[in-house]
């Protein structure tokens, strides 16, 4: 019975020295009034009579376990855990309604308690104060949370057409506070800023592609990609013509640089091929375009024109399927002049012998 007065005369002089500045739970301020019995003296400490330790801060990660640990040493007779001016723990009895907070040890050597799963908010000062049979000691000890980073807002996808001004925004959350840099990884570009916005003006075709986001803390690193489509207008490659021996197969390709890809569409002089027609086939794969005709007649030669086709514009390139005439034993013997003009052969042999003839007159006439 004489305990039971000092405890609680204990209790109010940490209570009293640590809640004046403090918004007390009602949890709080009903135990209080549960355990002070009303004209009792509450006995009032100056901070002169009490020593001050400063520990060593802590550092831990977010959802992570802390041990505070509190050394006694002397003949203790009441203690407690703080945090900022609530009270965790008195001596065993714990007056957090947290969960996350439990006790660990508590001796003559030591009190310990934990906080598991650590969040931002327990960030701060904890306090242990200790009474001992001479004076109050108060131990004080920094928590710092850290928080990896994490990118929390960060652009789509987009597409825009070539010259629009682009801007993407990423940014991450952390603590310490991440930096932020961005990156072209698709292609051998070597764009490349340290800042939440990327600015890109008058974006061309060669910076399209897959951007980085990296978020670094001296904890973690976050990564996040997004893709930036460029559109731009076909540009088709220049037409080759082709010599097709009739009766032949002859392919007439073309080749368009578009995005979105491009569609093809054949013209021959102003006619419009269509897809199976005369004895053709057109395939396109992708961006190119291929006109075969299976059995070349006549009627194929001639001048045609590819038109690769987009959102953005159009482009076209032309080419002509000559004849070529397969080359026969016949036509090798006598060689071209024979197919050109039969009428000047005759003529021909005949210069042939007189020249033979000039050639071999001193031959002749020396004999
Ligand atoms: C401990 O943390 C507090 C609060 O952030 C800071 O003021 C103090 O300098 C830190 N002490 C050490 C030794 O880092
Ligand atoms: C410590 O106090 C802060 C502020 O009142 C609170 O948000 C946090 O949850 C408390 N942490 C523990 C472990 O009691
Ligand atoms: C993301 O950033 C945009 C642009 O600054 C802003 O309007 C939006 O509110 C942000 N969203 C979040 C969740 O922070
Ligand atoms: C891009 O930005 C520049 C400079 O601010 C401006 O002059 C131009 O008109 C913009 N272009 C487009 C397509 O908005
Ligand atoms: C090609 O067409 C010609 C004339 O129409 C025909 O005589 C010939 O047999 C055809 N050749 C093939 C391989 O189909
Ligand atoms: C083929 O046709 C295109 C378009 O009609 C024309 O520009 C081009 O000069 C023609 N080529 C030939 C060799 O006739
Ligand atoms: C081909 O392109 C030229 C200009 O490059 C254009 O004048 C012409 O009309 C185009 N032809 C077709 C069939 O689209």
Same mark, same amino acid.
């Given at each position: ?16 020295r640590?809640?004046v ?18 004209g009792?003296? #509450?006995?009032?400490?100056?901070? *002169?009579? *009490? ?14 376990? #802390? ?12 203690? %407690?855990?703080?945090?900022r ?16 907070? =439990? ?41 710092? #949370?850290?928080?990896?980073?994490k ?16 801007t ?10 991440? =930096?932020v ?20 003006? *008058? ?5 399209a ?20 489509t ?16 009739l009766?032949q ?8 640089? %578009? ?6 569409e054949?013209?021959?002089?102003d006619?419009? @091929?269509i ?12 961006? $190119? ?22 959102? $953005?514009?159009?482009?076209?390139? =032309? ?17 071209p002049? %024979? #197919?050109?003009?039969g =009428? ?6 005949? $210069? ?7 050639? @071999?007159?001193? @031959? $002749?006439?020396?004999?």
């Amino acid at each position: 019975m004489r305990l039971f007065p000092r405890l609680l005369r204990l209790k109010i002089m940490f209570v009293g020295r640590h809640f004046v500045f403090c918004k007390c739970t009602a949890l709080l301020s009903l135990r209080i009034l549960l355990l002070v019995p009303a004209g009792l003296p #509450v006995q009032t400490q100056g901070d *002169s009579q *009490s020593d001050k330790n400063i520990m060593d801060n802590i550092t831990v990660r977010q959802g992570e376990t #802390v041990f505070l640990r509190c050394t006694q040493g002397e003949i203790v007779t009441h203690t %407690a855990w703080l945090n900022r001016s609530s009270i965790l723990y008195a001596g065993d009895e714990k007056w957090s309604v947290d969960p996350r907070v =439990s006790l660990v040890t508590l001796n003559q050597e030591e009190f310990t308690i934990k906080i598991e799963n650590v969040a931002m908010t327990d960030e701060g000062q904890y306090v242990c104060a200790v009474q001992t049979s001479r004076r109050p000691t108060t131990n004080v000890v920094h928590v710092h #949370v850290q928080v990896p980073p994490k990118i929390i807002n960060l652009s789509r996808d987009i597409v825009v057409n070539e010259g629009a001004n682009v801007t993407v925004l990423c940014q991450a959350n952390g603590k310490p506070q991440p =930096s932020v840099s961005w990156k072209l990884i698709s292609s051998s570009g070597d764009l490349a800023t340290d800042d939440e916005y990327l600015e890109i003006p *008058s974006i061309t075709r060669h910076r399209a592609g897959t951007y980085e986001c990296t978020a670094v803390n001296d904890i973690d690193t976050d990564t996040e990609t997004i893709d930036i489509t460029v559109n731009y207008a076909p540009t088709v490659s220049d037409g080759r013509d082709i010599g097709v021996t009739l009766g032949q197969r002859g392919v007439l390709e073309c080749e368009a640089d %578009a995005v979105p890809e491009a569609d093809f569409e054949w013209y021959k002089d102003d006619r419009r @091929f269509i897809n199976g027609f005369d004895g053709m086939e057109i395939v396109n794969t992708g961006s $190119l375009s291929k006109l075969t005709f299976f059995n070349v007649s006549d009627g194929h030669y001639g001048n045609y024109t590819c038109v690769a086709i987009n959102k $953005l514009g159009s482009s076209n390139t =032309s080419f002509v399927m000559y004849v070529v005439i397969e080359p026969t034993s016949a036509t090798l013997f006598q060689g071209p002049r %024979a #197919v050109q003009d039969g =009428s000047g052969s005759t003529l021909g042999v005949q $210069l042939d012998i007189c020249l033979l003839f000039i050639v @071999f007159l001193p @031959f $002749l006439l020396k004999f």
